[in-house]
């Protein structure tokens, strides 16, 4: 059974910094480019990060500069360390696995002005 677990998520100042963990089981991980996406109220989800098998990393023009993607194989976990975060950033934040589509439960990510 695929199961991906995200945490990490809070309520941050604008300005402050999260770092967003999932953590991935019943799933190859390592041979699995892995992704953020996110969806604020009354917003589709949209794509923030990617990372492939092989640590190449693409980001949103948004989120550039400020987020960065990572993935530690040994743990198969993937993160998204977010810095200079902004309200608009509020969001719920869900882990995808590429391969499979597989989707985690979402975590609640808020930034206060």
């Known amino acids: 059974q695929v199961q991906l677990v995200e945490s990490g998520g809070g309520l941050v100042q604008a300005g402050g910094s999260l770092r967003l963990s999932c953590a991935a089981s019943?799933?190859?991980?390592?041979?699995?480019?892995m992704g953020w996406y996110r969806q604020a109220p009354g917003k589709q989800r949209e794509y923030v990060a990617q990372?492939?098998?092989?640590?190449?990393?693409t980001y949103a023009d948004s989120v550039k500069g400020r987020f960065t993607i990572s993935r530690d194989n040994a743990k198969n976990t993937v993160y998204l360390q977010m810095n200079s975060l902004k309200p608009e950033d509020t969001a719920v934040y869900y882990c995808?696995?590429?391969?499979?589509?597989?989707w985690g439960q979402g975590t609640q990510v808020t930034v206060s002005s």
């Open positions: 995808k696995a590429f391969a499979g589509g597989y």
């Open positions: 019943g799933i190859t991980f390592s041979i699995n480019a």
């Open positions: 990372i492939s098998s092989r640590g190449l990393t």
